[in-house]
Nanobody, 123 residues
Framework: QVQLVESGGGLVQAGASLRLSCEASGRTFKDYAVGWFRQAPGKEHEFVGAISWSVSETAYADSVKGRFTISRDNAANAVYLQMNSLKSADTAIYFC????????????????WGQGTQVTVSS
């Protein structure tokens, strides 16, 4: 069992940066790949990026590639999403999720989800 809690969201201006954290509890967290998704109002969940169990591999959606970076610290049971050069189109609720598979860009393969954290980017 893995429990996930996101934090770090907020209201920022376009061009600013934010760092989201996904803290996990559960002793098997290191065995899971972690993905970040976002959901804007009226839209479905959108894949943002993911990181493998071993930290050696990452994958990103084209819309965030070059601006967002995912990292993880298994010793701290945490995964981070560094978001730079934010745009108004990045406004959404951001979720982290854990999956035994990598790379999975669809929500159905993720077993555990956090409650989400709101990111709002004003233009």
């Amino acid at each position: 069992q893995v429990q996930l809690v996101e934090s770090g969201g907020g209201l920022v201006q376009a061009g600013a940066s934010l760092r989201l954290s996904c803290e996990a509890s559960g002793r098997t967290f290191k065995d899971y790949a972690v993905g970040w998704f976002r959901q804007a109002p009226g839209k479905e969940h959108e894949f943002v990026g993911a990181i493998s169990w071993s930290v050696s591999e990452t994958a990103y959606a084209d819309s965030v590639k070059g601006r967002f970076t995912i990292s993880r610290d298994n010793a701290a049971n945490a995964v981070y999403l560094q978001m730079n050069s934010l745009k108004s189109a990045d406004t959404a609720i951001y979720f982290c999720a854990a999956s035994p598979m990598f790379v999975v860009r669809t929500t159905d393969k993720y077993q555990y989800w956090g409650q989400g954290t709101q990111v709002t980017v004003s233009s």
